[in-house]
């Protein structure tokens, strides 16, 4: 008897990677219970576009079938975003706590895997702050998008409508509650800067927010924070800078407009698709140039520990700086007079191969399924595995196999691919050394 309970136990015992996963799965599926529900639509929903719905809400992709939701539907979508966005186990976590349970070393682990840290000490308090943070600044943001939305909806409908363009832009879900997302607020200052501070600010990492916080001098930040703050004012100055030129005389996008508001659309374009996936301007017009290069910027994504995905613009950043390091004949990766470890290294490029393996995958599948031109494709691929919810129009035209095959990339690109595979692959530690072998390569 005592045998058979030490089999079960040792079944159902999880790895971090496992629980992470699973408990994105079964958020998803509440969530799609929940907008089958016949108050949630204003027709009948089924049961594909309520799993893809609840899919992209919880990863906080942004891709729609274009459905039309009731308020309750909508706030149904909101919470998702929101839980999606700060991670289920922050909620779990608060959960506990304020039933007032002790959290045991296993829950702290899972905390750990779920905000990407790099040991186990702080993640409790960690994810307090966390919470306060996040609510404070969407509050804070709703107000302000209040000032411009109530005068035009009224109180209820633009009070409402604040609130959730605040959740969904801090937690770079993309989702709106109108058809042509915000191409209607295109020269809008108020709309443009509250919407990319939210999505900029939620996508660089709370680690690096924190950071800056707590010690307001850029010498003294770590070097994660230096990588982020620099790498994404650069990227974000190179991607507005290549979007005004490439699209300065496209009809369909800049051409028509004034040149001011030309700059606020170039530099909304610039800096959505790092994960953000709120669109001021209708991609489907894009020129190709710009169609690939923001593939890039989708599949780089933002920061570590963030409410956004991809592969992560340090991932990005170690994999450049070792190329350049090799290439220049040097030993070691030296950035900000800091030396990369080996093992960061080897990290960074498994991610990035694992990503491209995946999205190679996702493309093949989508072209055996869908009837559609091979770069609408393409960019719905890694729009989906970068959780970033652009789209060239693909999304409601998707087949059901389609948006199965989307579902997987929007939830592996989210708890990320080595999560992914960490919760199927078991790690194992091996203290034998083989001799050295000669490999021909490049």
């Known amino acids: ?47 594909i576009d309520a799993l893809f719905t609840a899919a992209s809400a919880t990863t906080v992709t942004g891709l729609a079938v274009g459905t039309q939701f009731t308020v309750f539907g909508q706030t149904v979508i909101m919470g998702l975003i929101q839980i999606g966005g700060l991670g289920f186990m922050t909620f779990a976590v608060l959960i506990v706590m304020i039933l007032g349970k002790k959290i045991g070393l296993k829950e702290r682990m899972l905390v750990q895997e779920a905000l990407n840290q790099p040991t186990i000490g702080g993640v409790i308090g960690l ?30 409908s633009g009070l409402f409508a604040s609130l959730f363009h605040a959740i969904s832009a801090f937690n770079n879900a993309g989702f709106s509650l109108w058809p042509d997302n ?47 703050l620099t790498g994404t004012l650069m990227l974000n100055a190179i991607a507005m800078l290549t979007v005004f030129i490439l699209e300065y005389s496209n009809p369909g996008t800049l051409g028509h407009l004034h040149i001011v508001d ?16 709120f669109n001021s301007l209708d991609f489907g017009s894009m020129r190709e140039g710009t169609i690939v290069f923001t593939l890039l ?36 990766t030296v950035i900000f007079r800091r030396s990369i470890k080996y093992p960061i290294i080897i990290k960074a490029l498994a991610v990035s191969v694992t990503s491209l393996f995946i999205v190679f995958l996702g493309i093949f599948a989508l072209t055996i399924t869908e009837q559609a031109p091979f770069l609408q494709i393409v960019f719905e691929t890694f729009s989906a595995f970068g959780t970033v919810g652009l789209t060239m129009g693909l999304t409601p035209e998707l087949t059901t196999a389609g948006k199965c095959i989307i579902i997987v990339i929007m939830f592996i690109g989210r708890i990320g691919p080595l999560t992914f595979v960490f919760s199927f692959a078991k790690t194992e530690q091996s203290n034998i050394r083989y001799p050295d072998g000669e490999v021909f390569t490049g």
Not at 202 to 219: A, C, P, Q, S
């Open 262 to 277: 030309k700059l606020w659309a170039s530099y909304f374009q610039a800096v959505t698709p790092r994960t953000a996936g």
């Open 297 to 332: 910027l989708m599949f780089i994504g933002a920061g570590s520990a963030s409410t956004a995905s991809g592969i992560k613009l340090t991932t990005f950043i170690v994999i450049l700086t070792s190329v350049i390091a090799y290439l220049r004949g040097k030993k070691e």
């Open 182 to 228: 915000l191409m209607s607020y295109v020269g809008d200052p108020t709309v443009n800067l509250v919407i990319t501070f939210l999505f900029i600010t939620g996508g660089i990492g709370f680690t690096v927010l924190f950071d800056v916080m707590k010690n307001r001098r850029f010498k003294a930040f770590s070097l994660h924070t230096k990588l982020m």
């Open 127 to 156: 994810v307090k702050v966390l919470f306060l943070f996040s609510i404070s600044i969407e509050l804070i943001a709703a107000l302000i998008l209040s000032i411009r939305l109530v005068p035009q909806y009224g109180w209820s």
């Open 1 to 47: 008897m005592t045998l058979q309970k030490d089999k079960v136990i040792k079944w159902v015992r999880f790895t971090p990677p496992q629980v992470l996963a699973i408990g994105f799965f079964l958020t998803i599926i509440i969530g799609a219970v929940l907008l089958m529900l016949p108050i949630s639509t204003t027709k009948p929903l089924s049961w």
